[in-house]
Structure formats: C-alpha cells, structure tokens
C-alpha cells in the first residue's frame, strides 16, 4: 500500500505563497492518480486538486488559477504550488490517492493564512 508524508506547510500572509510536498512510498507512485486534500476548522476533509498519472490536473472552485498540482515520478513525489494564498485556506493539507483514498493518511502539512 502506498503511503504518503507531507511537508512545506507553514504560517505565510494573505497573498503569499507556499509549495507542499507529498513523498510516496510502499507502492509504484507512477500507477496512481493522487489528490491533495485539505481539512480546515470545524470543517469535513474536502479535494483541492487532483492529477492523473498521466498528468491531467483538476481543481476545486475555490482554488483554480491559485494552485498548481504536479508530480515528478521519477522522485516519487507529488506537489502543490499555492498562489495568492487567502485565511480561507487554512487547512491542514494532506495527499492520497485520487479518487478513492486510502483509508490511513498521513499527518498533513499545516498552512495557515494570517497577518
């Protein structure tokens, strides 16, 4: 079973910018459509963004034209390039399997958007 550690989270203003990072291993990265997923406050988990293994991406709403999710499979890792960072973002941000994530997850990144 593939299993997945984030990193890059941190405190940054509102407009501002941070790149998450997914390390996969256990499993072949490369066979795998990934997700990153967010839990805010008080709210459910809910998909940021998605890409296939061949590298086609999708977006929640509240994020296209902000993020960017790749992947490098060479390295057995995925990223999330977030833009123009709003407090709404603000999660604890997590990366899995797409569309049907594995039931154990891993300890997520925290962003947090605040001045």
């Known amino acids: 079973q593939v299993q997945f550690v984030e990193s890059g989270g941190g405190l940054v203003q509102p407009g501002g910018s941070l790149r998450l990072s997914c390390a996969a291993s256990?499993?072949?990265?490369?066979?795998?459509?990934m997700g990153w997923y967010r839990q805010g406050p008080g709210k459910q988990r809910e998909l940021v963004a998605s890409?296939?293994?061949?590298?086609?991406?999708n977006y929640a709403d509240s994020v296209r034209g902000r993020f960017t999710i790749s992947r490098d499979n060479a390295k057995n890792t995925g990223y999330l390039q977030m833009h123009s960072l709003k407090p709404e973002d603000t999660a604890v941000y997590y990366c899995?399997?797409?569309?049907?994530?594995?039931?154990?997850w891993g300890q997520g990144t925290q962003v947090t958007v605040s001045s």
């Open positions: 890409i296939t293994r061949r590298g086609s991406t």
């Open positions: 899995n399997i797409f569309p049907v994530p594995n039931d154990s």
């Open positions: 256990g499993s072949i990265f490369s066979i795998f459509n």
